[in-house]
């Protein structure tokens, strides 16, 4: 495991990008030996953080011994430019967009993620290496990021530019293929149930149970990142179900964008089932549903049917789950909720059920 510092700005001390953070950095596989916070309503233009935290994070990357500082916020190109340069070169500076490729890149198995995540980081990191070569801060040094290796920042820069053309000609390829792959779907004239939510809300596993499949789940954030769609047969009507991709908070555009392809199916869904943990605390129970909803009506506008799997209902009492019902309604007032424990199988003919009905409207 490799050591890392936190680094982050917000606008209160118990803000929960932290802790996702915190839980990112974990399933990238660093080990967090300590964190720089600072609370302040306006990130410092210059370097995120203002000049005296800088010097306790330089002293804290100098007493650690360690080679990867993380951040929780985004970093521009400028900020990230002065950050390498106060805290060296030899120390990698990943921001939250950077660690949320870091593991994409290592749930993906298919050419096709692999590809879009790396073309994702070279259109994310152009603009930092640009910025490395017009305040030519560092001489003759060499720079890299991540799995791309190291070059002299000029070469990088052609290097990059080329390696982007080269991944969207191939990506072009395989888009057609996959176009053809939804064509033929589409010819079978089953409709479509896609399964959307917060990463590890519960996809997998209820996509597991309804498929009779056995894809991997609670890897941790973003254990699914392709897109799998089975037939189901229930209450005399035949469907496909398909599960995908889950969110995160503020999920970075350039994520959407890489990842376009698989949102898409959201887009293509007769029905939309959206799941939601409903053991976590109220407040973080409300935050992701907000953020699911608003990502599903970017990509699939409001007026798509859409049911609320209030998930893991095993894990909480009858009266916190009455109360997190409640919460649901309020937050999604115009859609069904339906309490459902994918993993225990309680009240999953239910949901099916409403499913189904909502199928027929359609
Ligand atoms: N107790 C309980 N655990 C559940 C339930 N449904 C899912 N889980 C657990 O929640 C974790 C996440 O489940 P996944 O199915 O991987 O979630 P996901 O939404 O597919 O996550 P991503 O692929 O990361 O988007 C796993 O450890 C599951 O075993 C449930 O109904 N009850
Ligand atoms: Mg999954």
Same mark, same amino acid.
């Given at each position: 495991?490799?050591?890392?510092? @936190?680094?982050?700005?917000? =606008? ?30 306006? $990130?410092?233009?210059?370097?995120? @953080? ?26 521009? $190109?400028? =900020? ?22 870091? @593991?994409?890149?290592?749930?993906? *198995? ?32 060499? !720079? ?16 990059? +530019? ?20 939804? @064509? ?36 941790? &954030? ?29 999920? &970075? =555009?350039?994520?959407?964008?890489? *990842? ?21 605390? $109220? %407040?973080? !129970?409300? +935050? ?16 798509? $049917? ?13 009266? +916190? ?8 309604? +309020? ?9 459902? %424990? ?21």
């Amino acid at each position: 495991m490799q050591k890392a510092v @936190i680094v982050g700005v917000f =606008q209160k001390s118990d803000d929960f990008r932290l802790r996702e953070v915190e839980e990112l950095a974990r399933n990238s596989g660093y080990l967090i030996v300590d964190k720089v916070i600072q609370i302040r309503s306006n $990130p410092h233009a210059g370097y995120l @953080i203002g000049p005296g935290k800088l010097r306790e994070l330089k002293d804290r990357v100098k007493k650690y011994g360690v080679k990867t500082v993380l951040f929780a916020n985004e970093l521009k $190109p400028g =900020q990230y430019f002065r950050l390498q340069k106060e805290l060296g070169l030899d120390v990698n500076i990943l921001d939250r967009v950077l660690l949320i490729l870091d @593991i994409f890149d290592k749930r993906a *198995f298919t050419s096709e993620a692999k590809l879009q995540i790396e073309l994702a980081r070279l259109k994310y990191t152009l603009p930092w290496a640009r910025e490395l070569v017009r305040l030519k801060g560092f001489g003759s040094e060499k !720079m890299g990021f991540g799995s791309l290796g190291s070059y002299p920042y000029e070469a990088y820069i052609s290097f990059a +530019r080329k390696r982007i053309k080269v991944i969207e000609e191939r990506l072009e390829r395989l888009k057609k293929r996959q176009e053809e792959v939804v @064509i033929r779907r589409k010819e079978v004239d089953l409709p479509i149930v896609a399964l959307t939510g917060y990463t590890q809300s519960g996809k997998t596993t209820l996509f597991n149970l309804l498929a009779k499949e056995s894809k991997v789940t609670g890897l941790g &954030p973003f254990t699914t990142l392709e897109t799998c769609a089975r037939r189901v047969d229930a209450y005399g009507k035949s469907f496909i179900i398909v599960d995908s991709l889950g969110f995160i908070d503020e999920m &970075p =555009q350039l994520v959407l964008d890489a *990842f376009h392809a698989t949102l898409v199916e959201l887009r293509l869904a007769d029905v939309i089932a959206l799941l939601i943990d409903v053991s976590e605390a $109220p %407040s973080i !129970m409300e +935050r992701k549903l907000k953020t699911s909803l608003s990502i599903v009506s970017g990509v699939a506008g409001d007026n798509k $049917p859409l049911i609320v799997a209030a998930n893991k209902m095993d894990l909480v009492g009858d009266s +916190r789950l009455e109360k997190s019902i409640k919460l649901v309604k +309020r937050i999604a007032c115009h859609y069904d909720v339906v309490p459902i %424990s994918a993993k225990k199988a309680v009240n999953v003919s239910f949901f099916l059920k409403k499913i189904v009905e909502k199928l027929g409207k359609n």
